[in-house]
């Protein structure tokens, strides 16, 4: 829908023109007035014919008894006191102090072998832009910096790559019968057409086209404190995206088409969902201080279901508390955004979430017809998914060798470019030391590394060929 120009100048309706505006259809009136939101037709009559019909295809557009569902929930939930909290108890969660070398080595072929059957997929949460990072691309076209100059997209492609070739020798060394893991990545009205004109200049990465699915996350009316719609033009309601847990809703379709597990592609990690049996599971890592910005995993009420607090919910009184067996945060599990769920279960939570309509409400500043407005944006998150979990598992991960966020611009004070590279740098430093090799540098090795190409090695494994009796001068890319 092409949106009309907001100059008014050769409008017959309000320039004094002695022809009436024709009024809006009084079916589509009726329905607004139904739902509270009549004041979407407030500005009618200044609006040009093209206007006038710009915003009845708008109106017509909405799911108006379904919107009015989740904002009377969302209200409603809202003004409810929050659940008590507890903390996860330690032995729910696979740490990696008490993690067995054989279990590792039973979950990672337990996965290879999942993934050789065709039961896994992947997911790439992808609707951000990196406004933060000076960029308004999506942010998986990114570049880091490391040596190979990879995008964040290149260097998941080839992982997947990798994973495909590892699983085909598990089952059957040299056959070549590689099963393709499909790669479902949900965009944004902002990144959609970017992130697919990406992907095709780039030729898929080396990926097959018809393995890779993109899928937008949907927009929902930003509302007033009052649950009435905020005009961002006199024709036009203000929208926001509605979450990434605007996932579920968007992907159940497609997943029609595939086996039981999803998302994340590491084979141990899915070894160990199967191995546990659960509808859903997670990796956290450990809370580094009280006052990181990162939301963990909680019960709510006792012995009640596993969900996520974000920080800004979290009390800081509660955040500080110290778990006096462990010496530990008490709240010390850290959700980084790398779940696995089961297919049956990704159907039941997408209908259990949709019959619920609870969304979160974002109180925002929202460019409006007076100005800049405060109001609500109305999401839904991921983590939105585990309270409805029948069975959750927990597995810690080391923040070194998995947790590398990108959300700010190089000179801040964290979670820059430059660190995410350093740890990448230096995560694959390691692998090649224990593979047999040798590194020279120019510079302190603790702000260089080198690179080992996904296509080569998944978590350090296979090197010897390559590495062993070989000096390599950091910062380089180790390719085949």
Sequence with gaps: MREP??????????????????????SLVERLKDYGQEDAFAFWDQLSSDQQNFLVQEIESLDLQRIDRMIRCSFQSHGLPPAAIEPVPEGFVSTVENRKIEDREKWWNMGLKAISDGKLAVLLLSGGQGTRLGSSAPKGCFNIGLPSGKSLFQIQAERIMCL????????????????????????????DKATRDFFKSNKYFGLNNDQVTFFSQGTI????????????????????PDGNGGVYSGIIEVFKT?????????????????????????????????????????????????????????????????????GRLRYCWS???????????????????????IYHLAEKKIPSIHGQTVGYKLEQFIFDAFPYAPSTALYEVLREEEFAPVK??????????????????????????????????????????????PLVSYVGENLEAICRGRTFHAPCEITF
């Design 5 to 26: 120009t907001t100059d008014n100048n050769n409008n017959n309706n309000s320039n004094g023109s002695s022809s009436p505006s024709p009024p809006p259809p009084q």
């Design 164 to 191: 495909q070739r590892l699983a085909a020798q598990s089952l059957d060394e040299g056959s070549g019968n590689v099963v393709p893991i499909h790669w479902y990545i949900m965009t944004s009205p902002f990144t």
């Design 221 to 240: 009316p930003c509302v007033s404190k009052d649950g009435r719609f905020i005009m961002e033009t006199p024709f036009q309601v203000a929208k926001a």
């Design 258 to 326: 595939i086996g039981r597990y999803v998302r994340v592609g590491d084979p141990t990690f899915l070894g160990y969902v199967i191995d546990k049996g659960v509808a859903s599971a997670a990796k956290v890592v450990r809370k580094a201080y009280p006052q990181e910005k990162v939301g963990v995993f909680v019960r709510r009420g006792k012995g009640g279901p596993v969900t996520v607090v974000e920080y800004s919910e979290l009390d800081q009184s509660l955040a500080s508390e110290i778990n006096q067996g462990t």
């Design 335 to 357: 959700n980084v955004c790398l779940h696995m769920f089961t297919l049956d279960f990704l159907n039941q939570v997408a209908s259990s979430l949709e019959k619920d309509s």
């Design 408 to 453: 700010n611009v190089n000179g801040s004070n964290f979670d820059t470019p430059d660190s995410a590279r350093l740890l990448v740098l230096r995560l694959h430093a390691r692998w090649v030391v224990a593979a047999g090799g040798f590194l020279t540098h120019s510079v302190p090795l603790y702000s260089t590394g080198v690179e080992v190409s």
